[in-house]
């Protein structure tokens, strides 16, 4: 179980973590990761959970999610989409 483990690292570093993490799962290992980093999530995880407020609100694969939240492509638009984060985002485009 890893908490962030790419956070602080330089790229060559963090390449490195997530190469050794997959290898690991591809070996017949769990591994959990948590992480903000929604994009780390997308590329690495075989399975995605997404918690609110303490809650796990949904789980799946990729294809999994993006097939039950229609219209929605990546892990970040699922996110803000179930979250009510969609309104920050809509805020920082008026700004932009």
Same mark, same amino acid.
């Given at each position: 179980?890893?908490d962030?483990?790419t956070?602080?690292?330089?790229?060559?570093? +963090?390449?490195?973590?997530?190469?050794? !993490? #997959?290898?690991?799962?591809?070996?017949? =290992? @769990?591994v959990?990761?948590?992480?903000?980093?929604?994009?780390?999530?997308?590329?690495?995880?075989?399975?995605?959970?997404?918690?609110n407020?303490?809650?796990?609100? +949904?789980?799946?694969?990729m294809?999994? !999610? #993006?097939?039950r939240?229609?219209?929605? =492509? @990546?892990?970040?638009?699922?996110?803000?989409s179930l979250?009510?984060?969609?309104?920050t985002?809509?805020?920082?485009e008026?700004?932009?």
């Open positions: 179980m890893l962030e483990p956070v602080g690292l330089d790229p060559k570093s +963090a390449r490195l973590i997530k190469d050794v !993490l #997959r290898q690991l799962a591809e070996r017949g =290992s @769990t959990f990761v948590t992480t903000h980093i929604l994009e780390i999530a997308e590329r690495m995880c075989d399975r995605i959970g997404i918690l407020k303490g809650r796990l609100i +949904a789980v799946g694969t294809e999994e !999610l #993006r097939a939240w229609r219209g929605e =492509s @990546t892990l970040e638009d699922i996110f803000l979250t009510g984060g969609v309104d985002a809509e805020i920082a008026v700004l932009q």
